[in-house]
């Protein structure tokens, strides 16, 4: 299932403390730390921020880049001069 539900939203993200290192039987990444699975949604920068100075975490705040929209129309699936690969 694919949901927008998330976005517009700060996240709150652990720096991994020790390397991925792929998995001996499977082959799967792992790693020595279980926080760098856990990421942690915020409404806003203000509540982030409060979260991790009252918990007394390092952070450094990545403002969200802008996003450039282009317009698209269902009827351009359909154009004659289309670029097909």
Request: hydrophobic content about 35%; glycine content about 4%; charged content about 30%.
């Amino acid at each position: 299932m694919q949901s927008g539900a998330r976005t517009r939203k700060w996240v709150l993200a652990y720096e991994p403390a020790s390397r991925r290192q792929p998995e001996a039987l499977m082959g799967w990444a792992r790693a020595e730390d279980t926080l760098n699975e856990v990421r942690l949604h915020f409404e806003t920068m203000e509540e982030a921020v409060a979260f991790a100075t009252k918990n007394g975490l390092d952070y450094a705040v990545i403002p969200p880049h802008d996003s450039t929209e282009k317009p698209k129309s269902y009827a351009d699936n359909f154009r004659y001069d289309r670029i097909r690969s």
